[in-house]
């Protein structure tokens, strides 16, 4: 298992793509699932930030409020 600390939104975007990347799953496959385009996925993986994105991990800041990714590796994950 990997886990990582989120305080910027590029922190978001590599979490997600490491994951993505354990799972066997394209950008498409995962944009499918989640009923996105696959841009929003490339987007988010970059490390696009919104302001929504921005506010949120200002307030969790604020309040000292830690978020942390953790996922499967390569190894662990089951293949699609």
Not at 33 to 50: F, L, N, R
Request: proline share 4%; glycine share 6%.
């Amino acid at each position: 298992m990997t886990s990582t600390q989120l305080r910027v939104p590029a922190d978001f975007g590599l979490a997600l793509q490491q994951a993505r990347l354990a799972h066997g799953m394209t950008q498409a496959d995962l944009a499918g699932e989640v009923d996105v385009p696959q841009s929003t996925i490339s987007e988010i993986e970059a490390g696009k930030s919104t302001i929504f994105m921005r506010r949120l991990l200002d307030l969790m800041q604020a309040t000292g409020v830690e978020l942390t990714a953790t996922w499967e590796d390569e190894a662990d994950a089951p293949r699609r």
